[in-house]
């Protein structure tokens, strides 16, 4: 469902919005003179404003020293004062739509990350969103299986925009058109990539094109190196290398660019049920599986002749394993996000960990956090879930 991308996370807003910047400069110089007296002084404000999607201050005062410098002769006296240099600088940003988000230095450690537990309706309307996306400038894809389309929406959009598929819910096997798909990602030259599920296939879609190209698949059923039976999820890693999970044939399948036929990167009954998959932050030797029947998440590595590693252990005193997990995802310090469906939330297992920790949960008050199916970060670590029941996204802002 992703590809793991490393990026600097600072504190600063997420998205800019709008961005208004005054500047004024004010400078006074007096001169006097008594007897043989200089008084000069020079008094400097700089101050900018700006606005964007998220609320940062930060105010810095330098001042400099007052020096007095005092000579006396048997003629005259001359004082010399200089006084001020000081410059303020202040900057203001302020959200202008859904959220106030106060972005904080985040140390490389899962037990420092936190959320805000109050969450807010991002994206409705769907039909049966399953799957979920967020690009490197925070724009959020939603995979609508029903509605058999894929949805941008921007930061702030009180609507979005069909990008792939139909903008009327009608399925279809052309170019232009999908039929009940299940996942969306991207690769590292913005080419959108989707698991068209009933349709046997995966479509890759340019930038701002509607018109897919076939690049696994053919359109219909099959047990071959060519063909694909019901692929359910997708991933594509930092060398554009297509995985999928090809749920009917219980195997992953690996496509490099541009092949026409791709190879079996590991074959097993335990990839029965498959939901989603994620490629390891550190090595394309390792995927991770969810498997909702089973309720655990699987560690494969490639042409591995035992078992899978299995884990579901949840760090909680009443829900201590996961119940019907579904999507993942993975953040710049390796963590993986998991939607623990039946459980109404979402756990974190910190890295090289294979116990879980609760970070967003269900709280009985709307929005409700009903039946989570998918989770995205965005590039401030703020949180969204796809909710089943709810047909929408919710937003957690970080703490």
């Known amino acids: 469902m992703i ?14 919005m709008t961005d208004t910047t005054t500047t004024s400069i004010t400078t006074t110089s007096t001169t006097s003179s008594s007897t ?36 006396t002769t048997s003629s005259s006296t001359t004082s010399t004062t200089t006084s001020s240099t000081t410059t303020t600088t202040t900057t203001t940003t302020t959200q202008s739509c859904i959220q106030t988000i106060t972005s904080s230095t985040v140390n490389n450690t899962c037990r420092d990350l936190n959320w805000n537990q109050t969450g ?26 029903d509605g058999h389309n894929i949805e941008e ?21 052309t170019s232009v058109l999908l039929n009940h798909p299940e996942d969306v990602t991207f690769d590292k030259n913005g080419y959108m990539y989707v698991a068209d599920t009933d349709n046997d296939r995966v479509q890759r879609f340019p930038s701002g094109s509607n018109n897919g190209t076939t690049v696994a698949g053919t359109g219909t059923s099959a047990n071959t190196l060519v063909g694909l039976n019901k692929p359910q999820a997708v991933a594509v890693d930092s ?15 690996k496509w490099t660019p541009n092949a ?34 089973k309720d655990v998440i699987y560690s494969w590595t490639s042409g591995a002749a035992s078992s899978p590693a299995t884990f579901n252990q949840v760090n909680d005193t009443t829900k ?32 090289n960990s294979t116990v879980g920790i609760v970070v967003a949960a269900d709280t009985g008050t709307s929005p409700r956090l009903d039946k989570p199916v998918a989770v995205a970060l965005d590039s401030n670590l703020n949180l969204y879930a796809v909710t089943e029941a709810g047909k929408n996204v919710i937003k957690f802002g970080r703490l």
């Open 3 to 16: 590809i793991f991308q490393e990026t600097t996370t600072t504190a600063t807003s997420a998205t800019t």
């Open 36 to 71: 043989t007296s200089t008084s000069s002084s020079t008094s400097t404000s700089i101050t900018t404003s700006s606005t964007s999607s998220s609320t940062t201050t930060t105010t810095s005062t330098t001042s400099s020293s007052t020096t007095t410098t005092t000579s």
């Open 120 to 145: 807010v309706v991002f994206a409705s309307g769907f039909n049966k969103p399953l799957a979920l996306y967020i690009d490197a400038n925070d724009s959020v894809y939603v995979c609508d299986k």
């Open 153 to 173: 929406w921007d930061q702030c959009s009180s609507n979005g925009v069909v990008v792939a598929g139909s903008n009327t819910s009608a399925s279809g096997s």
């Open 239 to 253: 060398n554009s290398n297509i995985y999928i999970a090809d749920e009917g044939n219980k195997r992953i399948m």
């Open 260 to 293: 026409a036929s791709g190879t079996i990167w590991l074959s097993d009954n335990d990839l029965d049920h498959t939901i989603d998959i994620v490629i390891s932050p550190t090595s394309t030797d390792k995927i991770y599986t969810t498997r909702d029947d």
């Open 320 to 351: 201590n394993t996961l119940n019907k997990p579904r999507g993942m995802t993975y953040d710049l310090y390796g963590n993986l996000y998991v939607a623990d469906r039946d459980n109404d939330r979402i756990v974190m297992f910190c890295a």
